[in-house]
């Protein structure tokens, strides 16, 4: 399948305080960066980036004075800014009030046409930290012209089952939305390589700048190469021209021309148990240590 390249925007950049997140102030902006970097078709923000807060605030509170119905007033200010710039937005996730009345970590993507074309609940909180709900579904969403994309937030990489769910379910570039401030961003930059690497799709981790994260932003390609990476000071626009038609060729062609990793399950091999889960991801197993 012929695919256009897809040109991306990672905004490391400083998350708004909550109380004074403006939307127009935050369309400014995202007007700026489209004025510096024309011609991106994806802009994408890091996590909770109109949902910051001051070190000293609680955190608990902030989360509930931020978070909002996905179809709220902040909603329907990005899905129209969306629309009025014709791009492909991620603005970050946001603090979601669930009809259930918990509150999500979850990322929302809006199409150039200006709609609300998927929402990622982040699955794994970073536990005893963040206190959101955790969500329990894989997202990916087709990019007409230009592939699918996945998303996941944060913690989510470091659970390999998470982005290997969103290759399975095709997705060519997984866009991982951080908020890491502390020294274990030097695992995460490798994790976003193995995870391109072991899945054969291309990542792009996105963190935030100081003081809410240490920068180093990485697009990574599906055979594993690092095509950018941001440094570790204030806010930096890491640009990238993607055809994710690439990670379907190395699928089928494997890494190197020789790792095929989707190859070895042929039609007629017995299906192979996974006694970690029992098929799948149960709290009350998760915990089992290997051979207990």
Known sequence: MTTTPLPIGLVQTAARHHAAADPDAFAADVRRVLGDHPGLRLLAYPELHLCGHEPDEDPVAVMNAAAEPLDGPRGARLAALARELGIWLVPGSVYE???????????????????????????????????????????VLDLPGHGRLGLTICYDAWFPETTRHLAWQGADLVLNLVRTPTVDRAQEVVLARANAIVNQVFMASLNAALPDGVGRSVVVGPEGDLRAEAGPGPEEVVTDVLDLGEARRVRTRGTAGLARVWDPFEEGRAPLELPLYGGRIDPGRWRRGAGG
């Open 97 to 139: 009030r669930g009809a259930d009345g918990l509150v999500y970590n979850t990322a929302p993507v809006y199409s150039p046409e200006g709609a609300r074309v998927a929402e990622y609940r982040k699955i794994f909180p970073w536990r005893p930290y963040e206190t959101t709900a955790s969500g329990g579904t894989f997202v």
